[in-house]
């Protein structure tokens, strides 16, 4: 089995002088194409940290993390956008919906921006929206539906691109355990999900 994801040695400190908070330790571990891996801890103990470092979104204090084989604590400022957009889906604890844009738009946004043609992108937002059950909110904004509509909705967006990783931080956290169950077993799988 191949190798997706592999973590070397993690530490992330927040914070300088005598204000520090030692949100992230010492964490390694490894990741094979296909795993579906949760990772589970109390309020507070790293999880959304954890994240936030594997998808780019923050940077580490210590160590590596490889990606495919590219280590992405190396990747300059320029290139990260981009490497986000093409190998990544993410679905944030809070949504991170757009409110300036519908739900259509927002679930479009990385193939709108990598200019996929628009019948194309139709196809993938109806076949994916149809699966998680929100087609009938698809020209609403995010602040006219529900959290569990909303979390849907990042789902969606987080899976349209077939990114290589899924990163997913409390992903059924606003649903009921119908859409929850429904959202699991949504035949859409990428190589790798990491979720907390
Ligand atoms: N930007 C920040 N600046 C300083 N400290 C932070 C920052 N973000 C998080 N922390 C601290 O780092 C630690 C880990 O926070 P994190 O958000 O990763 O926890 P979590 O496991 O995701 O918690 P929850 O289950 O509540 O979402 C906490 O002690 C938090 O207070
Ligand atoms: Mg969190």
Avoid: W
């Avoid at 801890?41 to 979104?57: D, P, R």
Wanted: with cysteine; proline share 3%; charged share 20%.
């Amino acid at each position: 089995m191949k190798e997706v994801l592999k973590l070397e040695h993690i530490q992330k400190y927040y914070g300088n002088g005598g204000n520090v908070t030692k949100a992230i330790q010492d964490i390694s571990f490894s990741v094979e194409e296909g795993e579906f891996v949760g990772i589970m801890g109390a309020s507070g103990s790293g999880k959304t940290t954890l994240l936030n470092c594997i998808s780019t979104i923050d940077t580490v204090s210590a160590g590596h993390i490889y990606l495919d084989g590219t280590d992405v604590t190396e990747i300059n400022e320029k290139q990260i956008a981009r490497f986000r957009r093409e190998n990544l889906g993410f679905v944030f604890q809070d949504f991170n919906l757009l409110d300036t844009l519908t739900i259509s738009e927002n679930i479009a946004l990385a193939l709108t921006i990598n200019k996929v043609p628009a019948g194309e992108i139709d196809g993938r937002v109806r076949e994916i929206t149809r699966k998680l059950n929100i087609t009938d909110i698809l020209d609403k904004y995010p602040y006219q539906v529900s959290g569990g509509q909303k979390q849907r909705c990042a789902c969606a967006r987080a899976i349209i691109n077939n990114p290589k990783l899924i990163l997913a931080d409390e992903p059924t956290g606003a649903l009921d355990s119908h859409s929850s169950q429904m959202l699991l077993s949504t035949n859409h799988q990428p190589p790798l999900q990491v979720g907390v």
